[in-house]
């Protein structure tokens, strides 16, 4: 499954920028999709999911109420809308395949990356 994440860049604490994920059409009919990043020296960690039946979504409790993940199935792309920036939220975002439960984890395929930086 090819996904490429892009939209990440610099942005003021408190601001907000929106991730985008295109993804094969097949992978938003049969996969949930979802984000996850990994800050420097930290392991990756899931940040959002999205069912590909339903749509229904699961986050972390760190971005709940600040970051929403949404599908355009007609665009074949998945997107975060990130708002209220914070610099612990600097990482490296990517898009993958994602499960939910307690968490959000990584089923298994990933995309490439796209830096997002929270300074001012």
């Known amino acids: 499954v090819q996904l490429q994440a892009s939209g990440g860049g610099l942005v003021q604490p408190g601001g907000s920028l929106r991730l985008s994920c295109a993804a094969p059409r097949f992978a938003l009919d049969y996969y949930a999709l979802g984000w996850f990043r990994q800050a420097p020296g930290k392991e990756r960690e899931g940040v959002a999911c999205?069912?590909?039946?339903?749509?229904?979504?699961a986050y972390t409790d760190s971005v709940k109420g600040r970051f929403t993940i949404s599908r355009d199935n007609r665009k074949n792309t998945v997107y975060l809308r990130m708002n209220s920036l914070q610099p612990e939220d600097t990482a490296v975002y990517y898009c993958?395949?994602?499960?939910?439960?307690?968490?959000?984890?990584?089923?298994?395929?990933w995309g490439r990356g796209t830096l997002v930086t929270v300074s001012s």
């Open positions: 993958g395949t994602c499960g939910s439960g307690d968490t959000v984890y990584s089923t298994g395929y």
């Open positions: 999205i069912s590909g039946s339903d749509g229904s979504t």
